[in-house]
């Protein structure tokens, strides 16, 4: 697959991020590379074999229904980058 | 234009319901899902999405959703992994939602909805599967900034997918209702759309009658009431007819619905849609639902509406109106329920909660939780009118009153306090039946000559002297005895 700098935009919105001019084309070249790695791994005969999601066994690891505080709203609120008394703020962005 | 227009097209439509689940902590994480703390509250490092926190799943949410499942008659999946849908939103702390992408828990499954003609219909469901809820976003209380409340976020959802299978607005309606009644039946949402813990989108399509391929798809967002669900979409049904009628092609977009106007208006069209790239969930290790899980969860159920409306109909010989006002609340069915268990005589038990009950709490605007007359004493009331004891008017007007008062008094006990106990004693009557008849020989001979319409003018003589008490029916009788003989 050819990286292009449409596929760096589109990832790059995607992820939220900006890229200087110069950082592009570094980017784009990394991203190639990477995807030539996953290039050669896909040379290898993976048909009707499971693919693998989990790499630790065990399952039904569940916890009950019970209510435990962890940390108090002043907490919460504590690192946030712009807060109030209740809110966080986020700059205001409309879902489109 | 012309109704007949409309008439060549039919609408095809599919629900997605998302609902909110009932249990005390969230999906990942222990901090409170309950609904309506002060901002920011429910919170905890998992649902904040910190860095380095790892989820850790609810085993009351998959007992729910599986719940749900079986009410539907859907396939149980035993082998459940999880998924991430990735999106950037300051609702979403972590950057994905975990919810089930290839894997829903449930698969198929069907309900029954009840059509106007009398009929029933089966909608078929794709899938239910289980998610986390966002938190909420206030963009109006602030000039520059959007207010983000994360109490809301990890709360527990199922999802609940349709198939294309309903054809009207009516028929959706009545599948939200039906869906509505579920959960709350199952005691697994509160089903509160106005609250948002049961919320709907519409898919909603219209095609001539008779073609096979579907029309192009429209999503509608945003009806808060099961009576919206059925507005927004009449309009859009309308709205996509009056399109193609004009020639005019439009494409697959989401739309709001606006309560006001009664109209939709576009919210983005699925060609700018988003790129969720799913990916399996790797902090959450797979759920194994085997016969031995499900089996157990089964038999928690309780009985379902569509099972005690049978029941209603088929064994206890109400009529189909009775069985489904009786099963439209899951808390009137409850009480029916034990009713029952005091007294055979099913009819007057449905017609006494259906009638005075419901009328008390309507008045009054309570519910069902409000009313602590116990089931045995309203048995025992029926029981007292079935034994001619008491008038049916008068144990709904004098006596009833009293206990809805004092719940734990016997009705018996009432009866007689109020003095209002019926004397059927044949001696009684005759002696009062006797004294009438001796003081009116005029009237008598009237009667008797013809004038057959006076028995209704000895009947009230005879309840007046009795004040009330005596039986009407064994009065009626004794009564035509002695005239008649």
Redesign the interface.
């Known amino acids: 697959m050819q990286v292009t700098n449409e596929t760096i935009d589109r990832l790059a919105h995607?992820?939220?991020l900006e890229f200087e001019k110069g950082e592009k084309d570094k980017i784009r070249e990394d991203l190639q590379k990477i995807l030539g790695f996953v290039d050669k791994l896909n040379e290898l005969d993976t048909e009707g074999v499971e693919p693998m999601?989990?790499?630790?066994e065990?399952?039904?690891?569940?916890?009950?229904?019970?209510?435990?505080?962890?940390?108090t709203?002043e907490q919460?609120?504590k690192n946030a980058p712009?807060k109030?008394s209740?809110?966080?703020?986020?700059?205001?962005?409309?879902?489109? | 234009m012309t109704a007949s227009v409309y008439d060549k097209y039919e609408a095809v439509i599919g629900l997605e319901i998302h609902a909110q689940l009932l249990t005390h902590s969230k999906a990942y994480s222990s901090d409170s899902a309950e609904f309506g703390a002060a901002p920011n509250e429910h919170v905890s490092a998992i649902s904040l999405g910190h860095p380095g926190t790892l989820p850790k799943h609810n085993k009351t949410v998959i007992d729910y959703a599986v719940k749900m499942g079986l009410a539907c008659e859907a396939q149980i999946r035993e082998f459940n992994y999880y998924a991430r849908k990735n999106y950037f939103y300051a609702d979403l702390p972590k950057g994905y939602q975990i919810t089930q992408d290839k894997t829903p828990i449930c698969n198929g499954g069907f309900v029954k909805i009840k059509l106007k003609d009398g009929s029933t219909k089966k909608i078929g469901l794709t899938r239910i599967h289980m998610e986390e809820d966002a938190g909420k976003s206030m963009h109006d209380q602030d000039l520059y900034d959007t207010l983000v409340d994360y109490n809301r976020a990890g709360v527990p959802l199922i999802e609940i997918v349709s198939e294309p299978d309903m054809r009207s607005a009516d028929e959706a309606y009545a599948y939200v209702t039906e869906m509505r009644k579920l959960v709350r039946y199952l005691d697994i949402c509160d089903g509160n759309m106005e609250e948002g813990s049961l919320r709907c989108d519409a898919n909603v399509s219209v095609r001539l009658k008779g073609a096979e391929k579907f029309g192009t798809k429209v999503e509608v967002k945003n009806m808060n009431s099961i009576s919206n669900v059925k507005r927004a979409i009449e309009y859009e049904i309308i709205r996509q007819i009056d399109l193609l009628e004009a020639g005019e092609t439009f494409t697959s977009e989401t739309r709001s619905f606006d309560a006001l106007k009664g109209t939709t208006f576009s919210m983005r069209s699925k060609e700018e849609a988003n790129d969720y790239r799913y990916f399996p969930e790797p902090d959450l290790p797979p759920f194994i639902a085997d016969q031995a899980y499900v089996s157990s969860i089964r038999e928690q159920m309780p009985a379902l509406p569509d099972a005690l409306f049978d029941k209603y109909t088929k064994e206890l010989g109400l009529s189909e109106y009775d069985a489904q006002v009786l099963t439209d609340l899951k808390e009137i069915a409850a009480y029916f329920e034990e009713l029952i268990g005091f007294t055979s005589n099913y009819k007057a038990a449905a017609n006494w909660v259906m009638g005075s009950v419901k009328s008390y709490l309507n008045e009054n605007a309570l519910e069902m939780a409000d009313f602590h007359v116990p089931a045995k004493n309203l048995a025992e009331l029926i029981a007292l009118i079935d034994s001619n004891k008491l008038s049916n008017s008068v144990a709904g007007q004098r006596v009833f009153p009293v206990m809805i008062e004092q719940p734990e008094r016997s009705p018996l006990n009432i009866a007689e306090e109020l003095n209002v106990l019926q004397e059927s004693d044949a001696g009684f009557i005759e002696g009062l039946v006797q004294q009438v008849l001796e003081a009116n020989p005029a009237k008598v001979a009237e009667y008797q000559g013809g004038k057959k319409g006076l028995l209704g003018m000895f009947m009230g003589e005879v309840m007046k002297l009795s004040k009330g008490k005596a039986d009407p029916k064994e009065a009626t009788r004794i009564l035509s005895e002695y005239l008649d003989k």
């Open positions: 995607l992820a939220r999601i989990f790499v630790a065990g399952h039904n690891v569940l916890r009950e229904d019970v209510v435990k505080v962890d940390i709203h919460a609120l712009k109030d209740d809110y966080f703020r986020v700059p205001k962005v409309i879902k489109k």
